[in-house]
């Protein structure tokens, strides 16, 4: 049974710091690409960034490039993404996502609010 579990968010400060994470199993990791989306109330969902499956290339939204970095640990089937100056509008549901061709998984989400 796949599962991608998402953890770390909450509620932080405008300026302030955040680490996901995404515990992935029931497929095989090392072989998929794995992406951060976000989706903020009445948006779309929107990529945030995305390594390659064995972490040699990386690919980030204009948004967030500069203050976010996306990483990957293939020994612990983990995706991680660290938040770093966060603002209001990076204010949403973050969902990682596994991705190989046709073959997408998707967590069920973890929230980011960035507020004083």
């Known amino acids: 049974q796949v599962q991608l579990v998402e953890s770390g968010g909450g509620l932080v400060q405008p300026g302030g710091s955040l680490r996901l994470s995404c515990a992935a199993s029931g497929f095989t990791f090392s072989s998929y690409a794995m992406s951060w989306y976000r989706q903020a109330p009445g948006k779309e969902r929107d990529l945030v960034a995305t390594?390659?499956?064995?972490?040699?290339?990386?690919n980030y939204a204009d948004t967030v490039k500069g203050r976010f970095i996306i990483s990957r640990d293939n020994a612990k089937n983990t995706v991680s993404l660290q938040m770093n100056s966060l603002k209001p509008e990076d204010t949403a549901v973050y969902y990682c996502?596994?991705?190989?061709?046709?073959?997408?998984?998707w967590g069920q989400g973890t929230q980011v609010t960035v507020s004083s």
């Open positions: 390594m390659s499956s064995a972490g040699k290339s990386t």
């Open positions: 996502k596994a991705g190989r061709g046709s073959s997408n998984y």
